[in-house]
């Protein structure tokens, strides 16, 4: 049973960089695809972007500019790196595991609370 | 991209049957049987209850079925339960340059 944990700074300034960690327990990291999802408050899913383990990203057009994924197979950790970021950017933060590029999201972090704010 | 249409909420009373539509453009769900649906109960994550249009994780109630025709998807839960009452997404993937794309959400209230 995959499990997933998000770790980061729970307060971001306007303009600086929204750093998150997911841990990834219980499982290999090989063979899959590692995926960040937002949810601003009150709101919906946003899909922000996977990388696989084998190297290959995809990211949301709209956040494309912005957005880096990143994974350490060694430390069980994939990371996302957001610039720039607004009081839009303000969200729960979810990394999950995508089982193929056409999905589903089969395991979730229980999710992080950002804010963006000065 | 813009997301997928779900009607903002439905209801339904204990026992009966409800069905939540997803429609989609010719870049996602009429192409490809690549839809899944999650549940999302209050202060939690997303889960996963329906996956490439019609297959049930381990685990699922059988209660929760999906289908597709043309560029709407759906979801039927039968025999409404307490415990249905949450938010429910849909999400498909598509052929524009971002692989993945989510509908904006249906709340589901139990009577």
């Known amino acids: 049973q995959v499990q997933l944990q998000e770790s980061g700074p729970g307060l971001v300034k306007p303009s600086e960089t929204l750093s998150l960690t997911c841990t990834v327990s219980?499982?290999?990291?090989?063979?899959?695809?590692w995926s960040w999802i937002r949810q601003p408050p009150g709101k919906g899913l946003e899909y922000i972007g996977y990388?696989?383990?084998?190297?290959?990203?995809n990211y949301n057009a709209a956040l494309k500019s912005r957005v880096t994924i990143s994974i350490d197979a060694t430390e069980k950790q994939f990371y996302l790196r957001l610039t720039s970021v607004t009081a839009a950017d303000t969200a729960v933060y979810y990394c999950?595991?995508?089982?193929?590029?056409?999905?589903?999201?089969?395991?979730w972090g229980q999710g992080t609370q950002v804010t963006v704010s000065s | 991209q813009s997301a997928l249409t779900q009607p903002a909420s439905v209801s339904g009373s204990p026992g009966q049957s409800i069905t939540i539509s997803c429609t989609g453009t010719?870049?996602?769900?009429?192409?490809?049987?690549?839809v899944s649906w999650y549940q999302q109960h209050p202060g939690k994550a997303p889960r996963v209850i329906i996956f490439?249009?019609?297959q049930r994780p381990s685990g699922v109630s059988h209660r929760f079925s999906g289908s597709k025709s043309g560029n709407t998807a759906s979801l039927t839960i039968s025999g409404l339960q307490a415990e249905d009452e949450a938010d429910y997404y849909c999400s498909s993937y598509t052929s524009t340059s971002t692989d993945i794309i989510f509908g904006g959400g249906t709340r589901l209230t139990v009577l």
């Open positions: 219980d499982g290999s990291m090989r063979g899959n695809y």
């Open positions: 490439d249009v019609t």
């Open positions: 010719s870049s996602d769900i009429p192409s490809y049987n690549y």
């Open positions: 990388m696989y383990f084998g190297g290959s990203t």
């Open positions: 999950a595991r995508l089982r193929f590029s056409y999905g589903p999201f089969d395991y």
